[in-house]
């Protein structure tokens, strides 16, 4: 259990720092392509945990990252709102009690391909879109708008294929200890 809790600490400041420290220099390319993988520490958290602290968390992680970047609300809105969507697109997409007895997270082989792979493509979505909006209602070009949802999303799913296949997760699974 406290070995679980060090992993999403850990896995807590990676990854905002990877988001402030790199991939928040990155150019966007093209005003379309803006790179985001901060989000996916929201879709990697345990099966199990409750909505509240689900909730939570997700408030605490974009609340951080906004600090980082001094834009208030800006990505915790974002996060909080995948963050309430999550599980009932889990209780959609897999069967509960099947899956969330004999595996810790959400992943690959604990959800199959299919399934995590519409996981994070459409709360990837979600997420870009909400983010893109808020940026848009500042700036108002709805062509800006939609290239920079699809260009973004596109970018980010990308980038969670290859942080899948280099940071490999092994699919733990649950015992009966407490």
Known sequence: MMNNFLKYIIR?????????????QVPPINRFFVPYLYFLYILWLPFNISRFNLLIVAFLFGFTLDSF???YGFYTAPT?????LRPFLLNILIPQEATEQ????????????????????LLTFIHHFYLVLIE?????DFSLFIGKVIGSTALSILLILLTEL?????????TNAA
């Open 12 to 24: 807590f400041i990676l990854f905002i720092l990877v988001q402030v420290y790199i991939l928040n």
């Open 69 to 71: 970047t001094g834009w």
């Open 80 to 84: 909080v709102l995948i963050a309430y």
């Open 102 to 121: 004999s595996y810790i997270e959400p992943s690959i082989k604990s959800m199959g391909f299919a399934p995590y792979s519409l996981y994070v493509v």
């Open 136 to 140: 848009w209602l500042q700036f108002g």
């Open 166 to 174: 280099l940071f490999f997760r092994k699919a733990k699974y649950r």
